[in-house]
């Protein structure tokens, strides 16, 4: 029994050397401090075999074991350690280094060297972070946290067994993908793939070439590598050889009209005519292969001045609003219906907060911010190509690619309005205008709920009804500005005149007419906040 005693006295001894507290020892004695409150209450004396309280410790005695044990507490045992912080002995020092390395990562720059071309970028580019730095903290917890037994017990296996945590770097993928992207437009002897453009209502088509580009797989090894070290980086990517993936012989039978559909905006104001023909620039042009998805927000964002766009009138929570960019969705509604058509998979759709006017019910798409998009994704086995193109305030979407469909086949679609909600009028009173003024400030809208049916025929006999959705559309008012001022004075009496001599002809006036103003041509565009300055 004592030689237990002696060894469990050895091995504490040592444990507490590693902490760095002193270790006091008398006849048949060996005192141990706690490291926390929890602990404090318990410290221990193990006399004979049998564990105590030492309740004649002094109360300076004791501030100062506790000043050490809080120290002890949050200390590192050996044989625990993470790579890149060989120098950090405790838990604080360890949440300090993890988060001052994140910070040096996102001001820390390097360069990417290949075939003789370097392009310059930084770590925060490409959205770098230390995936598992709360698992490191966890795991760092499990070995600063219990009393002083559960800690021995635990650094005790630690001596035996080591255990090290490699920080996981990772990088936000599509931004590293854009990054890898943009340098590898600067490598001459990068492959590119086929291209087609429709040019006087025509293809051309611009063959493939192989040719060798930056191996992702080691560069971005070499990435990760690099980012924990000091100063700036160049890192001297691979070059493996690619063969294009897209080829001239894919896009041949791209010949066949799938899907096209035509919306007029003559009744549009100039500012929303120049975003309709500046959005649809964005979005024509446009090559899907098979199971590729295009966004008719990231096509056309963003919304700002800079960008070519204007203030226009749009829907935005149910009111008619200036937006940049207003105008955008009768593009997205275009490209939605020649998509029906085409009988291409309709990724994401939502209609607009109020009806439209351009196309019949539950056949609109709405663009608001990220949260309302217009998505569609090719799902033949042949690529498809998007045509989008503004003429005489028309504007048109055609879907081209190989058809297949039986000539026999036809589409049509349908509008089911299934309730009404009749609009009514919203009045504000202004007291700068005199009683009786009163002018229409705005159009209002029906609401509506509206149901859109693909009805599928053969030889002209209908074959088949689906639904395709079920809409519901919120109801405004019309909006009057009522004077609430004084009455208007009444015009003067006529002079009397000799009924021989000739009179002026001038119209009595009364008091002031109604005054309308055009209903505002609304775009059902993006919907943001009206600020003009943003993107300047």
Not at 24 to 32: C, E, L, M, N, P
Not at 55 to 61: C, F, H, L
Not at 153 to 179: G, W, Y
Request: proline share 5%; charged share 25%.
């Amino acid at each position: 029994m004592k030689k237990n005693i002696v060894n469990i006295t050895v091995s504490m001894a040592v444990f507490m050397a590693i902490l760095g507290l002193s270790v006091s020892t008398g006849a048949g004695r060996f005192d141990i401090s706690a490291a926390n409150e929890e602990t404090l209450a318990d410290d221990v004396i193990l006399e004979g075999g049998q564990i105590s309280t030492d309740s004649d410790a002094t109360p300076e005695s004791q501030n100062e074991v506790a000043d050490d044990g809080i120290k002890a507490e949050k200390r590192l045992p050996q044989g625990f350690s993470v790579t890149g912080f060989d120098d950090i002995k405790t838990m604080y020092a360890l949440e300090d280094a993890l988060t001052n390395i994140q910070n040096r990562i996102n001001e820390k720059n390097f360069i990417l060297e290949f075939n003789g071309e370097k392009v310059e970028a930084s770590y925060a580019e490409i959205g770098t972070n230390i995936e598992n730095k709360d698992a490191i903290l966890e795991e760092a917890q499990k070995y600063t946290s219990g009393n002083m037994i559960d800690r021995f017990a635990k650094s005790s296996v630690l001596l035996e067994t080591p255990e090290s945590i490699t920080p996981n770097i990772s990088f936000d993928e599509d931004a590293l993908n854009a990054f890898l992207e943009r340098a590898n437009s600067t490598n001459p002897n990068a492959p590119a793939n086929a291209t087609i453009k429709r040019v006087n209502d025509a293809f051309e088509i611009t063959p493939e070439h192989d040719g060798y580009a930056i191996d992702n797989e080691s560069t971005v090894a070499k990435l990760k590598e690099a980012v924990l070290k000091d100063g700036e980086e160049t890192i001297v990517a691979e070059l493996t050889k690619h063969t294009a993936t897209v080829k001239a012989e894919d896009l041949k039978d791209i010949k066949d009209v799938l899907g096209t559909f035509t919306t007029n905006y003559s009744s549009s104001s100039s500012e929303r005519a120049t975003n309709i023909a500046v959005g649809t620039e964005k979005m024509d042009g446009v090559l899907l292969m098979p199971g590729e998805t295009l966004s008719g927000y990231e096509k056309m964002h963003p919304f700002t001045i800079k960008n070519g766009y204007k203030m226009a009138k749009a829907y935005a929570n149910g009111l008619v609003v200036d937006s940049v960019g207003g105008g955008a969705c009768q593009i997205a509604t275009t490209l939605y219906e020649a998509s029906l058509r085409a009988e291409i998979t309709i990724t994401e759709r939502k209609n607009h907060s109020m009806i439209v006017g351009y196309v019949q019910p539950s056949g609109d798409a709405a663009i608001a911010g990220d949260y309302k998009d217009i998505k569609v994704t090719n799902n033949r086995s042949t690529p498809i190509y998007v045509e989008a193109i503004t003429s005489g305030r028309n504007v048109t979407f055609t879907i081209w690619g190989k058809e297949d469909r039986p000539s026999n086949r036809s589409i049509e679609f349908e509008s089911e309005v299934i309730s009404e909600t009749a609009k009514g009028k919203t009045y504000i009173d202004d007291p700068s205008k005199p009683s009786g003024y009163l002018r229409k400030q705005s159009d209002g809208h029906r609401g509506r709920v509206s149901k859109l049916w693909k009805v599928v025929k053969e030889d002209g006999v209908e074959v088949s009804r689906e639904l395709v959705s079920s809409d519901t559309y919120m109801m405004a008012n019309d909006v009057y500005i009522r004077g609430t001022g004084a009455a208007a004075a009444p015009p003067p009496a006529p002079a009397e005149t000799n009924p021989e001599e000739p009179t002026e002809n001038t119209a009595p006036t009364d008091s002031v007419p109604e005054e309308t103003t055009p209903a505002p041509d609304v775009s059902l565009g993006p919907g943001f906040n009206p600020d003009i300055t943003q993107g300047q």
